[in-house]
Antibody, heavy 117, light 107 residues
């Protein structure tokens, strides 16, 4: 069974940085696409960034140049470095497997990032 | 980016009712449209993939239809456990986008 576990969320001031982690079990981080998504309080879902099997990445314009997605294959873990955070970046951040066949078929429980002074 | 628009934004119905919600894409996305259910405090869960295919383990009262720019999600007989927010998502473009959600409640 595939399981994803995020960590690293917390309270940070505007302009600050945070590194989120996503540990994967039941699947290899190199076998599939993996993504990060977020959900602002009371709002919908927003796809942010993807890492492909060859470790290349792509991101939404809203985070391009500020957020960086990497992986550590020895730890089967994804890392999401969030820089130059603004209050609009507040929300629950999810890592998810996919898109696989177009969908995100496994999700973590999410980690809350709060950007506030 | 492809814009996804869901309607209605909220919906209230009775147990046993047939419920239909709609998702429209700003351009043709063929059948690259998927539906998710999200309950409060939980991560989203795939219900329907590629417009009309039922994800394994999802009750058969859920069904999807459509192609091109207009899609529907139907619950044939609403159950109390179906209270949730439902999202559509397109995977036609490299930049994946979601609709804003339809919140479903029981009357």
């Amino acid at each position: 069974e595939v399981q994803l576990m995020e960590s690293g969320g917390g309270l940070v001031q505007p302009g600050g940085s945070l590194r989120l982690s996503c540990t994967i079990s039941g699947s290899s981080v190199t076998d599939t696409y993996m993504s990060w998504l977020r959900q602002a309080p009371g709002k919908g879902l927003e796809w942010l960034s993807i890492i492909y099997r060859d470790a290349t990445t792509n991101s939404a314009d809203s985070v391009k140049g500020r957020f960086t997605l990497t992986r550590d294959t020895s730890k089967n873990t994804l890392y999401f470095q969030l820089n130059r955070l603004t209050v609009e970046d507040t929300g629950i951040y999810y890592c998810a497997r996919g898109p696989q066949g177009g969908t995100f078929d496994h999700w973590g429980q999410g980690t809350l990032v709060t950007v506030s002074s | 980016d492809i814009q996804m628009t869901q309607s209605p934004s909220s919906l209230s119905a009775s147990v046993g009712d047939r419920v239909t919600m709609t998702c429209r894409a700003s351009q043709n996305i063929d059948v690259y449209l998927h539906w998710y259910q999200q309950k409060p405090g939980k991560a989203p869960k795939v219900l329907i993939y590629r417009a009309s295919s039922l994800q394994s383990g999802v009750p058969s009262r859920f069904s999807g239809g459509g192609s091109g720019t207009e899609f529907t999600l139907t619950i044939s007989s609403l159950q109390p456990e179906d209270v949730a927010t439902y999202y559509c998502q397109q995977s036609y473009a490299t930049v994946i986008t979601f609709g804003q959600g339809t919140r479903l409640e029981i009357e």
